[in-house]
């Protein structure tokens, strides 16, 4: 199953300002989150950031959010962004959904789960999820590949948005995301 452009949609979970300094290689996660945040909006695909309990944990880095015009951020206290009812209405027609952040084995693993269930298309970015430890990244990763998650990288996601070469968007990502060294 590839991604397509018109079914797509990138949900961003609790990359936060109290949490991210936490998770183990924090900065190369932003970093590499911030990449696949910017590269998706060329691709003119919708993204929503969830924030878990930001009184606690604080906001959205703010250089996450600042790569998207008018982003949408939604509260939450469930670990799951689908139990908290943080899907908005307005992604019913979105039948593959994206997702990235923090920390793989609680809110993105619960997460995914509920999108599975609720017969969503889920592709997790490996390379844009964190955990405090790496195994439990591991862990939650293997568990939500057995539970039918496709696990995937950023540059699978781009390319697959992309479909082809030659075009002005082609040309467009070439140049900025994927020429020299990447986070």
């Not at 993105?108 to 298309?121: F, I, N, S």
């Not at 999820?129 to 995937?152: F, K, N, Q, T």
Request: glycine share 8%; charged share 20%; with cysteine.
């Amino acid at each position: 199953m590839l991604m397509h452009p018109e079914k797509a949609a990138l949900l961003v979970i609790d990359i936060q300002e109290k949490l991210v300094p936490a998770i183990h290689d924090s900065n190369g996660l932003a970093a590499r989150a911030g990449w696949l945040i910017e590269a998706c909006q060329v691709l003119g695909t919708p993204t929503l950031f969830t924030e878990q309990y930001p009184r606690g944990l604080g906001h959205t880095l703010p250089a996450l959010t600042a790569l998207v015009k008018q982003p949408e951020v939604v509260d939450k206290v469930h670990f799951s962004a689908v139990a908290g009812g943080c899907v908005p209405e307005h992604w019913q027609d979105r039948s593959q959904i994206i997702v990235c952040g923090m920390e793989t084995h609680v809110c993105v693993l619960q997460t995914v789960l509920e999108l599975l269930q609720a017969g969503k298309a889920v592709f997790v970015v490996a390379d844009a999820v964190g955990s405090r430890s790496e195994e439990d990244r591991r862990l939650g990763l293997e568990r939500m590949r057995s539970a039918g998650a496709h696990i995937v990288s950023r540059e699978m996601v781009v390319f697959e948005l992309m479909q082809q070469a030659g075009t002005d968007t082609f040309k467009a990502i070439s140049k900025q995301f994927l020429v020299g060294e990447q986070p």
